[in-house]
């Protein structure tokens, strides 16, 4: 669709102006990046790289890994592990569990399917915030507090991951295909790994990333929840990292990038899939 | 026979199916809010010990000059995120869609792009950006004027408001600009070209076929940008080490909710803080869903 005919002037501007914009949206990360490569010394010399003798007129020399290397004193390393290993745990356990559910709301027939897709929907309205206070009453009750099944189990089964997986399931299961397996034998668990989930696969695909990203992101949990060192993932770990070290911003700086770099990879490679799940539910087709 | 066995096994993997999920959401989700209502009208020290003190905590928190300051700064925020930015991703939208500008996906991934660090790690880069004399801002602002005195600005401790909607400015502008774009995707072709040879101008195209179809996705993109708004918390918490900054200025309101509920330790009032900001959330929910109804009756 086109609003306007733009003539070659206004062409022109729209394309300095987008320019600039994206200059301005990018500067922060080549700031972030170059810094963390600057050696404490160097820190406060020159905007972004150190002034010298070298190419561009940058002393090239004096970038250094060092604060990088530095980072495995500190309990980062660690920090990581436990990032991945929350965010994949999380992310695998709410798709199947959330596709299970989405799919038998959206195609069987049984007594209390209206009943449980309704308050599925209505608890979507429920803010989390409204919850914090609760659940960390019930996870003290249960013994759940400094547990990493206490961050992990509530992050198993959320309720807008179920109505997602029971509108893909709606759009992209036909009836005729399900009765079909059905009088050829297949079991109904056979039905849902071989014929369900492979025509869903784009939903699938996006809310894996869209729970790993919400886990590798999630600060509030895990900052109430853990409250040993050891177990807490890369968010909480690098906030109380900037209280450590708070003016060594180098470190700071290499702590962020290896906190953004895994992400930014996953998604630069599954780019097309997270778009279409991110807006998928929100826009009719 | 054969059907009756048919229909047990659906019965039976039925069940399988929903029972993890309906044990998860009963227990970590449909009790925790049945406790919250509980808990609201309950005071606590820590986890352990409730005392019933009825509709009192709602009493003090109407008279709680510091959570009247919360909501200020929370509202000052939601409506910087309304005004400034959804604007400006429209916008955005609306130049990035025109098929004939060249390198449009490379502009759509990189404003998109710091949507992929997640909020606490752009808080922490923010942090970093908007320190006096070693940030990123003030090193460039005095650089640009060769003012050195621009170094001194504290941002996180003077504008801590402006400095939170200028990084969630950056933030989110790309994400809500793909909602927008998609949105664009439902703008009929053949209604702009009709309107264009009845003599319509752009502004009038814009404002009779395009604004009037991206109208469903802009009233949901409102509605989640409030919500979201609304709970703002890592951000300004990450900024400001955790406290309200002077004066409370970036006090947010689940920022109060977490400071009563886990620094003093009274489950209780962070609870009738939650309440206030559920009630305010599905109030603002309700009212736009109503609106949307009537504007599709009048059509």
Not at chain 2, 204 to 219: D, E, F, G, M
Not at chain 2, 261 to 268: Q, V
Request: with cysteine; aromatic share 12%.
């Amino acid at each position: 669709m086109s609003v306007a005919r733009p003539s070659k002037i206004s062409r022109s501007v729209t394309h300095l102006a987008l320019f600039l914009l994206a200059v301005v949206v990018l500067l922060p990360y080549t700031w972030l990046l170059v810094a963390s490569l600057k050696s404490r010394e160097d820190f406060f010399s020159g905007l972004f790289f150190p002034p010298g003798e070298g190419f561009l007129g940058i002393s090239w020399d004096s970038l250094t890994l060092e604060n990088y290397s530095n980072l495995f004193d500190t309990r980062f390393g660690r920090a990581a592990i436990n990032s991945v290993f929350y965010a994949s745990t999380s992310a695998i356990f709410a798709t199947i569990i959330c596709a299970a559910t989405g799919y038998v709301l959206a195609k069987s027939k049984f007594r209390g399917r209206t009943f449980i897709t309704l308050v599925v929907l209505g608890s979507l309205i429920v803010p989390p915030t409204l919850l914090i206070a609760p659940s960390y009453e019930l996870l003290y009750n249960l013994g759940l507090l400094d547990s990493v099944w206490g961050l992990l189990l509530p992050t198993f089964g959320p309720a807008f991951g179920v109505f997602l997986f029971r509108q893909a399931v709606q759009q992209s299961v036909p009836d005729e295909l399900i009765e079909a397996a059905r009088i050829d034998g297949c079991s109904e668990f056979g039905i849902f790994i071989i014929i369900v989930l492979p025509l869903i696969r784009p939903m699938v695909g996006a809310f894996l990333l869209i729970t790993f990203l919400g886990m590798w992101n999630n600060f509030i949990s895990p900052q109430i929840v853990l409250q040993t060192a050891s177990k807490q993932p890369l968010s909480v770990a690098i906030s109380q990292l900037r209280g450590v070290y708070r003016t060594d911003y180098g470190l700071l700086m290499a702590a962020t990038v290896v906190s953004i770099a895994p992400v930014a990879v996953l998604f630069l490679v599954l780019q097309k899939q997270f778009i279409s799940g991110l807006t998928s539910g929100a826009v009719k087709g | 026979m054969m059907f009756r066995r048919l229909r047990e096994n659906q019965i039976v993997f039925t069940w399988a199916a929903l029972t993890p999920f309906i044990v998860l959401f009963l227990v970590f989700m449909l009790y925790p809010l049945i406790q919250s209502a509980f808990l609201a009208v309950n005071q606590t020290y820590g986890p352990e010990t409730r005392l019933y003190v009825g509709p009192k905590n709602f009493r003090l928190l109407i008279q709680d000059p510091v959570f009247w300051i919360a909501i200020k700064n929370t509202l000052l925020y939601t409506l910087g995120s309304l005004f400034i930015q959804l604007p400006l991703a429209f916008v955005l939208a609306l130049v990035l869609n025109s098929r004939r500008l060249r390198g449009r996906s490379i502009y759509r991934l990189i404003f998109f792009s710091p949507q992929l660090m997640g909020l606490v790690f752009v808080s922490i880069l923010g942090a970093l950006a908007f320190e006096k004399r070693a940030g990123f801002v003030n090193r460039s602002l005095a650089w640009i004027t060769n003012n050195p005195s621009l170094l001194e600005i504290d941002w996180l401790q003077t504008y801590i408001m402006p400095t939170l909607i200028l990084i969630s400015l950056w933030l989110y502008v790309g994400f809500n600009m793909i909602y927008f774009l998609a949105a664009l995707q439902n703008v009929d072709d053949s209604l702009l070209e009709a309107a264009e040879i009845d003599g319509a101008g752009p502004f009038n195209r814009l404002r009779h076929v395009v604004i009037p179809s991206v109208r469903p996705v802009a009233t949901f993109v409102v509605l989640l940008s409030m919500i979201g708004s609304l709970q703002l918390f890592e951000l300004p918490y990450i900024l400001l080490d955790g406290n309200g900054g002077p004066n409370n200025d970036g006090l947010t309101i689940v920022m109060y909710l977490y400071q009563n509920g886990f620094e003093l330790g009274d489950l209780g009032y962070a609870s009738a803080v939650g309440w206030v900001l559920a009630l305010m959330l599905i109030g603002l929910a309700l009212v736009q869903i109503r609106m949307v109804r009537k504007e599709e009756a009048m059509r």
